[in-house]
């Protein structure tokens, strides 16, 4: 455990859980662009993923990518949000650590496109 968290114990450990999970995707919100978008791409593709998804399987599959690039934008901010809270002298290690989590979005967009294409081109 933590130093100065308390983590409680059965239902209270979950409630407070949750209230830190929903602080984070505000922070992420008000202070990551990037999330932002991701966020009105994600709003703005799911009605399409249920629509064009023709089994439970392809839905599943079409909206989990989004929520995949969602879940790696919330890793790099917060990788980024520890490297600068760090230092702010470039360092290679800062680099490197930015630069992963800038691939590890990447690639979850990647896979998006590819789930997407898949589904959608397999169809025509």
Not at 1 to 22: C, D, N, T, Y
Not at 30 to 52: I, N
Request: hydrophobic share 55%.
């Amino acid at each position: 455990m933590a130093e100065g968290k308390p983590s409680g114990q059965g239902i209270m450990r979950v409630v407070r859980a949750f209230g830190w999970s929903l602080a984070g995707l505000r922070a992420a919100f008000a202070g990551e662009a990037a999330f932002r978008q991701e966020v009105a791409v994600a709003l703005l593709l799911t009605p399409l993923a249920l629509w064009l998804g023709q089994t439970g399987v392809e839905r599943a599959l079409l909206l989990s990518s989004l929520l995949l690039v969602l879940l790696a934008e919330l890793l790099n901010s917060a990788i980024e949000a520890v490297v600068d809270r760090v230092g702010s002298e470039h360092h290679p290690l800062s680099g490197r650590a930015k630069d992963i989590g800038s691939g590890a979005v990447f690639i979850s967009l990647v896979n998006a496109a590819v789930v997407w294409g898949f589904i959608f081109f397999g169809r025509c």
